[in-house]
């Protein structure tokens, strides 16, 4: 799998991180991971072939993480001179469906019927989806709001988990275990705690508890830029670390 960073940063507007969006390739499978304000721009400035994108796969309703979506839909829709023809899949947790209803009733039918075959999916929390290709994906329920969910993506025995927004939750790291790559948040520095988000040490001690293969940092906060990440997250957790940038790519 191929993981590409679109935006590593949150509603905190930034010079140099977008809102919260990735672009995970997985067999014939383009799934982005979240799509925040300025997504669908940031993936043309960064060489991403935002067109061949298959999947949206949203982890809650935040606007950090869901703003681009009507952006993208409109330019499948308009951005070129033959719309887009292949099916797009929008897979969320609970309430998505709702949600799409709701922005059609205020943008315009054309985000239910854009043109392109468009299906939304609400898989069962840890009910293993299979969406062909041999790619399963599996969500579960974290700490933030009522409907976050994090996802496991699986795909030729490698195993990728993005966390989405979280709090702290002991039993995430066990559902991670074994990763290899695990994508996780980390909003605010230890001084500055959430107990909807994660601070270095606690994104160092689940790194700790799930071992995955590679830990990718995202998800910051301001306040985190003049902080030494890798020395907090050290504290606990020695392996591979990589703190992300937008536009990072990595194999995983
Ligand atoms: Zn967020
Ligand atoms: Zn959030």
């Known amino acids: 799998m191929r993981l590409t960073v679109i935006g590593s940063g949150t509603i905190s507007l930034s010079a140099t991180r977008g809102c919260a969006s990735y672009l995970l390739e997985a067999g014939e499978h383009r799934i ?3 799509v925040g304000p300025g997504a669908a721009h940031s993936m043309a400035r960064h060489g991403v072939d935002w067109w061949g994108v298959t999947h ?11 703003g681009d979506l009507p952006t993208l839909i409109f330019a499948w829709r308009h951005a070129r001179v033959e719309s887009r023809a292949a099916p797009l899949t929008i897979i ?11 922005w059609a009733a205020a ?6 019927a854009p043109g392109f075959p468009l299906y939304v999916m609400e898989p069962l929390l840890e009910e293993p989806l299979d969406l062909g ?4 994906l599996t969500s579960r329920s974290v700490p933030h709001t009522g409907e976050s969910v994090a996802y496991s993506v699986e795909h030729a025995d490698r195993r990728l988990v993005y966390t989405g927004d979280t709090g702290e939750d002991p039993s995430l790291s066990a559902w991670a275990a074994g990763c290899d790559l695990l994508l996780t ?3 605010l520095p230890d001084f500055m705690p959430m107990t909807l988000h994660l601070t270095p040490s606690q994104t160092g001690a689940l790194a700790a508890a799930a071992a995955p293969g590679m830990l990718v940092v995202s ?14 997250l050290g504290a606990r957790w020695a392996g591979p670390t990589v703190i992300a940038t937008d536009g990072l ?3 995983c």
Do not use: Q
């Open 133 to 136: 290709g041999g790619v399963t």
């Open 185 to 187: 948040e980390c909003s």
């Open 56 to 66: 949206v796969m949203l982890t809650h309703f935040h606007l950090d993480h869901i």
């Open 249 to 251: 790519v990595l194999d």
């Open 107 to 112: 943008l315009g039918d054309w985000l239910h």
């Open 32 to 34: 982005l991971m979240d």
């Open 219 to 232: 998800h910051m906060y301001p306040p985190l830029e003049g902080i030494d990440l890798r020395a907090e």
């Open 92 to 102: 969320g947790p609970a309430g998505t469906r709702e949600l799409l209803t709701r």
